[in-house]
């Protein structure tokens, strides 16, 4: 067969082949239009969902942001008040326990008197000698342990530091020592089981250790002027907490050990250990 047979075969076969690939590469033009015609609507349709939700979420987000800002200036406000009705509790707090030494001074008078007086000798002569214990009456300058009033100081208790409220019941303890032996006494009852003087020895030793020599050298008989003592560690200790109510460690531990003292002192003085 000649070349020019062929010819024709070719040409016929190139022209097919050109027109299959021109066909091929239309459709696959088409179909890469329509794909990215879909992606594109796809696409700006998930961005329209994304900008909205976006939006949605920035607006819930406000939203309880301003209920955390509300809520948290509600908790903020409520702490402020009640910091500030604590603080005016404390305050009265400090008023009634100053108050009620002030109110019960009678007894401080009394205490004074009976600190100068030897005890286990007085107690001894009372049932015996009805001159003793009209001396103890007169001695007491009308007194009368009714009127005495500790229902205040105790309201206070919950709002003063600890060691305002120790050195209250040291006083307390010490003044209430010294009334129950002269009620006992003037009533012509011997108290000498309620001589405790080991016991009052370390209350005040408690409260102001620096006086250990000094009552050693004076006794007893100087403890009412050691309850000025106490008196003036109260007034500065209310003073601080006008202020200031932190407590440290040291002086917690310090109050720990008066009241415990100032409890073992009043257990000595019942109406049990009268009789």
Not at 79 to 104: F, H, P, S
Not at 267 to 273: G, I, L
Request: charged share 25%; net charge neutral; no cysteine.
């Amino acid at each position: 067969m000649q070349l020019t047979d062929w010819i024709p075969a070719l040409t016929t076969t190139g022209l097919l082949s050109l027109a299959l690939w021109l066909g091929r590469a239309l459709i696959t033009a088409r179909l890469t239009r329509s794909v990215q015609h879909e992606f594109d609507k796809k696409l700006e349709q998930l961005k329209s969902e994304f900008r909205a939700s976006e939006k949605t979420l920035e607006a819930s987000l406000a939203q309880r942001s301003a209920e955390l800002e509300s809520l948290r200036a509600g908790a903020l406000s409520g702490i402020t008040q009640r910091r500030a009705l604590l603080d005016k509790r404390r305050l009265e707090a400090i008023d009634q326990l100053w108050g009620t030494l002030i109110r019960n001074q009678s007894a401080r008078s009394l205490a004074m008197t009976m600190s100068l007086i030897q005890l286990e000798n007085i107690a001894e002569q009372v049932s015996r000698d009805d001159r003793v214990r009209d001396f103890i009456k007169v001695s007491g300058g009308g007194f009368a342990p009714s009127k005495l009033d500790y229902v205040t100081a105790d309201l206070a208790r919950p709002y003063v530091s600890d060691m305002a409220w120790a050195l209250f019941s040291a006083t307390q303890a010490i003044t209430s020592y010294y009334v129950a032996h002269w009620v006992a006494l003037s009533h012509g009852i011997d108290s000498r089981k309620m001589i405790a003087n080991d016991t009052v020895h370390k209350l005040i030793l408690a409260v102001a250790p620096e006086y250990r020599e000094y009552l050693d050298i004076n006794g007893l008989s100087a403890s009412y002027h050691l309850l000025e003592r106490f008196d003036t560690l109260l007034l500065a200790e209310l003073k601080r907490m006008a202020t200031d109510y932190q407590q440290d460690k040291e002086s917690v531990e310090q109050a720990a050990r008066i009241l415990e003292h100032a409890r073992s002192l009043n257990d000595k003085v019942t109406p049990a250990a009268v009789g």
